[in-house]
């Protein structure tokens, strides 16, 4: 089971809609990928798999983070699945 954190920078708009768009593509294709939900200070401490942001983050947080996938579109759930299945080939336990 792989961990993700999906997160904003504050935490309280757009990452929560991404967290229930990314938790409905997980359920609809039984990824084994266990999704939270935070801001950019839920960084700090996280030993996760995974981080899922809007596109807008990825340079900032794409070389501190152990995976990080950018999504351009909330609502596109089919953008979310192929990243999400980017990361599970390319990190295959």
């Keep these: 089971m792989y ?8 935490g309280m ?6 967290k229930i768009k990314v938790d409905q593509v997980i359920s ?12 950019l200070d ?4 996280f030993n996760g798999d995974l981080v899922i942001m809007m596109e807008d983050l990825m ?3 794409k070389d ?4 990080a996938i950018g999504i351009r579109n909330i609502m596109d759930k089919e953008e979310i699945k192929q990243k999400l299945k980017k990361f599970i080939a ?3 336990k």
């Design 13 to 18: 708009g757009s990452s929560m809609l991404l």
């Design 42 to 45: 839920s960084l700090i401490g």
């Design 90 to 92: 390319a990190n295959s």
């Design 59 to 61: 340079d900032e947080l």
């Design 64 to 67: 501190k983070v152990p995976y």
């Design 28 to 39: 609809e294709n039984d990824f084994k990928i266990k999704t939270e939900h935070g801001n």
């Design 3 to 10: 961990k993700a954190l999906i997160c904003c920078r504050a």
